[in-house]
């Protein structure tokens, strides 16, 4: 008997929820800007068409839904299955080196006071790669911690393309060796999958994260966000012994 009572509990509230809500003309909002133009979402959204490294047929699928209501399950309950370099995500110092994964350096070990904060939205030169030339020619202040690098990868849509790409913006390593010895950054934020240029892939990863002080987050959406000073906001998933972690990051204009 009481088993029955719950089952026509469950239906009950089941019908009560269908009747709140309707089920005609149901269109989920999906924004990249909220609050009047204040908040901007600069996080991709992960769909099976997003470039994948050294792919050219996107992530593909990447959810399941094993338990549906459909098929009888009380609740829907999907899983998923994804790279942790894929989109919008951060790195972690064991990403490029062996013994700082094997002491734990990972997504779960980073500051997060360097992952939020002020941050500063510039535009790169679309000429070149992030040279120590490019670098000294944009003139970021002393004390300024946060930065994140707007390139020619916004201007081609290249995280809106399935096909990875070799040719995308990047950090060359006398470009990143520039900003660590002459700057106060401590997270560098890019509009592509990786922040090293492909031709300098590992050397200037190598560069950023051997001193455990700098932080790496790359696929940024940043088109439709005007330059400037914001607020950042970048929170990855605590995974214990993850290099890599999705990271969803958000700007508030001050």
């Not at 809500?21 to 133009?37: S, T």
């Not at 309950?77 to 894929?86: G, Q, V």
């Not at 989109?87 to 997504?107: I, L």
Request: charged share 20%; glycine share 6%; proline share 6%.
């Amino acid at each position: 008997m009481q088993c029955e009572a719950l089952s026509l509990i469950v239906c009950a509230l089941a019908v009560a929820i269908l009747a709140a809500n309707g089920d005609d003309n149901l269109v989920p909002p999906r924004r990249e800007v909220y609050d009047n133009g204040r908040i901007f979402d600069i996080s991709h959204r992960y769909q099976p068409e997003m470039p994948e490294w050294d792919s050219n047929d996107g992530i593909g699928q990447f959810l399941w839904l094993p338990k549906s209501m459909k098929n009888g399950s009380l609740a829907n309950n999907s899983e998923m299955k994804l790279p942790t370099h894929t989109g919008t995500h951060v790195d972690a110092p064991g990403h490029v080196f062996d013994h700082y994964f094997d002491a734990g350096f990972d997504v779960d070990s980073l500051d997060l006071h360097i992952l939020n904060g002020p941050a500063l939205l510039i535009d790169v030169p679309r000429h070149s790669n992030i040279t120590a030339e490019v670098m000294e020619s944009l003139n970021i202040p002393r004390g300024v911690k946060r930065v994140l690098f707007r390139t020619l990868n916004t201007d081609r849509r290249l995280m809106f393309q399935k096909e990875w790409v070799t040719s995308y913006v990047g950090f060359t390593v006398d470009g990143a060796k520039w900003l660590v010895e002459n700057t106060d950054i401590k997270l560098v934020g890019i509009d592509y999958l990786s922040v090293a240029a492909y031709d300098y892939l590992i050397p200037s990863h190598l560069v950023f994260l051997k001193d455990r002080e700098i932080v790496l987050v790359e696929g940024l959406k940043l088109d439709d966000v005007p330059a400037g000073l914001y607020s950042v906001h970048c929170l990855p998933l605590r995974l214990s012994g993850a290099e890599g972690s999705p990271i969803r990051c958000i700007l508030i204009k001050n």
